[in-house]
């Protein structure tokens, strides 16, 4: 069955410590991306990437990155500048059109020791 | 710049009973509208859209929502709920412009607890 992975489902993090959460998908789609969800908040967008070797920041950008070099793989990076990385987060990926749904994985819950 | 406001941050209701969770949009352009399920520690799950025609959308599983254009709205709806509704759920718009990158603008979401 087609869809997307992320793994680990959960994760601990070390004060001063990069993490690398990883995002997998066999849907063939052109665009993936990355949430974060806080209790209350809803879904903010932190990268986004349309295509392979290109990504862009979104909105909560600050202390992570990015890569894409495979167009199914989409990891991200927590660095030790993320001050409050406590969190879900959340990858999704879609057809790189603009009435094309996002599927989502089932997220990594990330906390720190 | 657009955004969602979805009204009401919890909703509980009796199982059998209809529900409504609202959500209202802002934007200054056409739009596409997006319903998302949660369920406990997993990932979000398209449950219905509007991209264009009917302004009455339903799903697979009894839930339906209504655009409603001049009143900026997308609330969804069920006749009768189920233990098993029980979830977080998320409005979603964006842009109908083609061309370049369109943002998904999610809502704060809306908690179901539906009681036997």
């Known amino acids: 069955d087609g869809g997307i992975t992320q793994s680990p489902k959960y994760l601990f993090r070390k004060e001063g410590q990069n993490v690398t959460l990883s995002c997998e998908q066999n849907l063939n789609h052109d665009a993936m991306y990355w949430y974060r969800q806080d209790p209350g908040q809803g879904l903010r967008l932190i990268y986004y990437s349309q295509i392979v070797n290109d990504f862009q920041k979104g909105d909560i950008a600050e202390g992570y990155s990015v890569s894409r070099e495979k167009k199914e793989s989409f990891p991200l990076t927590v660095t030790s500048a993320q001050k409050n990385p406590t969190a879900f987060y959340l990858c999704?990926?879609?057809?790189?059109?603009?009435?094309?749904?996002?599927?989502f994985g089932d997220g990594t819950r990330l906390s720190i020791l | 710049a657009q955004s969602v406001t979805q009204l009401d941050s919890q909703v509980p209701v009796f199982e059998e009973a209809p529900v409504e969770l609202r959500c209202n949009y802002s934007s200054s352009v056409s739009v596409y509208l997006f319903w998302y399920v949660q369920y406990p520690n997993q990932g979000l799950q398209l449950l219905l859209k509007?991209?264009?025609?009917?302004?009455l959308v339903k799903s697979i599983n009894g839930f339906e929502a209504e655009f409603n254009k001049s009143q900026t709205s997308f609330h969804l709806r069920k006749p009768s709920v189920h233990i098993s509704d029980t979830a977080e759920y998320f409005c979603?718009?964006?842009?109908?412009?083609?061309?370049?990158?369109?943002?998904?603008?999610f809502g704060a979401g809306t908690r179901l607890a539906v009681h036997p």
């Open positions: 509007y991209l264009s025609g009917s302004t």
């Open positions: 979603a718009v964006t842009s109908a412009i083609s061309g370049g990158y369109n943002k998904l603008i």
């Open positions: 999704a990926s879609s057809w790189d059109r603009e009435n094309q749904p996002q599927h």
